[in-house]
């Protein structure tokens, strides 16, 4: 999935562009400004908004000497089209349910890299740091299996591979005494999904 163009990544070429333009604003535009936002031309505005005007999905409201468009918020298809726009936040709160939904929830779910900066891509992968719980072994075979559907899950919610990192309390311990450079990047950019976040290991380490 493209995280940074979502609604153009489902709705393709200029009536995506155009789409996307009307969810991100709630002012009413003109025909130009609707064209220049959406980076086409006002030509291809013209074709396209009467269309969604058609539809319901758009409003237009004359004031001579142009007409004032605007997206109908709560059209069904506009409200989808809402929700695709705030897909990244609609993902992270899904895996955080599904992480705690698990037989044996993690101690830490965080989500980083482009994720997390809200820079994913069709290719991206979502990167998260996962803490297994501190009575859980490293080889249990139960833990695996959740993690593994857990994994699963995220991936087909997604559409995008999901890189997991998985450490013990312990192990998070030792690699912030070591100074570890991808728990440097976590602790920059990583986003909070579920249990305990980098700064209380830190406490725990020091207490």
């Given at each position: ?26 002012a ?20 396209i ?9 758009v ?16 059209h ?117 999904i ?14």
């Amino acid at each position: 999935m493209d995280f940074v163009r979502p609604i153009e990544a489902i709705v393709p070429g200029a009536q995506g562009r155009v789409l996307a333009t009307l969810v991100e604003t709630t002012a009413e535009l003109n025909l130009r400004e609707v064209a220049q936002l959406s980076a086409v031309s006002p030509a291809q505005a013209s074709r396209i908004l009467p269309g969604l005007v058609d539809l319901g999905v758009v409003e237009r409201r004359e004031v001579p000497p142009s007409s004032q468009f605007r997206l109908v918020r709560e059209h069904t298809a506009a409200r989808s089209l809402i929700s695709l726009a705030h897909a990244t936040d609609n993902v992270l709160g899904e895996i955080g349910r599904m992480a705690s939904a698990m037989p044996n929830p993690p101690a830490s779910v965080i989500v980083f890299g482009s994720f997390a900066r809200r820079e994913a891509r069709t290719g991206s992968d979502i990167d998260v740091l996962v803490v297994r719980p501190t009575e859980i072994d490293e080889d249990d075979e139960g833990w695996a299996n959740q993690l593994d559907d857990w994994r699963n899950g995220v991936g087909r919610l997604t559409g995008n591979a999901v890189e997991i990192v998985e450490y013990s309390p312990a192990e998070i311990e030792t690699r912030l005494d070591e100074g570890s450079d991808l728990l440097r990047q976590v602790s920059t950019d990583g986003l909070l999904i579920l249990g305990s976040d980098l700064a209380s290991y830190r406490r725990s380490r020091s207490a």
